[in-house]
């Protein structure tokens, strides 16, 4: 177990280039790609119950006794999003789009702030007391506002029958919260504080192996479609400068530089992850092509505002509770 530990404690000192490199790999390994793809659900689950097992308690109750910031970044991390994809859908006539990215489009705005955002801030060391508040309690209401939001969006019903939809991400998201209170309860949160490096390492295999498994079909799309491929990553990444844009200025009367910086960070990389993974065999090849571009902002974003983030870093981490 100490040689497993020491494995993943020596990825997660490099979490953010781990990341980088993932995806590329999952390029790289285009005939492991549709094998893997059933372990889609799987490492968002194991992802998702890792960030809640993580949540330092004594700071989110700090936040919450004083909740603005934390109300302010949960209406923000659930509005924004809408509101960008529903002004974008809006300028954009819908015909012009391919209808799969006009549903990739949607799944961004319905779905909750990326479950990685805590983790990456935590690699980069910047407090993320409010984004990890903010995004538990946004990624446990998902499964009630997510189908709601994707239909309004669509302007008629979703590929999946809204009560299912529902129905699905209580049990991925319900199930990986009741999984983290079971891991916390047996291996207590001082010693997952004392292992916090090797936790990175292990959110970077998870990302390994995510991106093996999104990458199915990306390869032969670049081959056979790059003009589309080239136009879904331009979207893809210019929602996600978007969302740090909008963030960094809008929110600059209630909210302090790192908190602003890291909502920016959560506004437009989403967990499409849940919902690609609830909508299962109905999402569309397209959407899924969509879906799987967009993990290129999320898996390189982190090396790229690394220069950046410094400006918000602190020396020490919180002590162990």
Not at 260 to 284: D, E, S, V
């Amino acid at each position: 177990m100490q040689l497993v530990l020491s494995a993943l404690a020596l990825l997660g000192r490099y979490g953010t280039q781990g990341f980088a490199l993932s995806i590329f790999m999952g390029l790289a390994l285009p005939q492991f790609a549709a094998a893997a793809r059933p372990l889609l659900p799987i490492t968002i689950f194991l992802f998702v119950a890792m960030t809640f097992a993580r949540a330092d308690l004594a700071a989110l109750k700090a936040a919450l006794i004083r909740p603005k910031g934390v109300i302010v970044a949960v209406l923000w991390l659930t509005v924004a999003p809408i509101a960008m994809i529903a002004v974008l859908l809006a300028v954009i006539p819908r015909e012009a789009l391919d209808p799969g990215l006009v549903l990739g489009l949607v799944v961004v705005a319905a779905s909750p702030p990326i479950m990685s955002g805590p983790a990456v801030a935590m690699m980069l060391n910047i407090p993320p007391t409010v984004l990890i508040a903010s995004t538990i309690i946004t990624t446990a209401a998902a499964p009630f506002v997510a189908p709601p939001v994707a239909e309004w969006l669509l302007g008629g019903p979703a590929p999946l029958d809204t009560t299912v939809l529902m129905l699905r991400l209580l049990g991925l998201i319900g199930g990986a919260i009741v999984l983290a209170v079971v891991f916390r309860l047996i291996v207590g949160y001082r010693r997952i504080v004392a292992h916090k490096v090797s936790l990175d390492g292990f959110g970077v295999v998870m990302y390994f192996l995510f991106a093996i498994a999104a990458m199915d079909g990306v390869t032969n799309a670049f081959m056979t479609r790059p003009g589309k491929v080239l136009l879904f990553l331009g979207v893809a990444f210019g929602v996600v400068l978007a969302g740090f844009v909008l963030a960094w200025f809008v929110l600059k009367p209630a909210m302090g530089a790192s908190d602003r910086f890291l909502m920016g960070y959560g506004t437009g990389q989403r967990n499409m992850g849940a919902l690609i993974a609830a909508l299962g065999a109905a999402t569309p090849e397209t959407t899924f092509l969509f879906f799987a571009l967009a993990q290129f902002p999320i898996y390189l974003m982190p090396q790229i505002i690394k220069p950046l983030a410094r400006r918000f870093a602190v020396t020490e981490g919180p002590p162990p509770r």
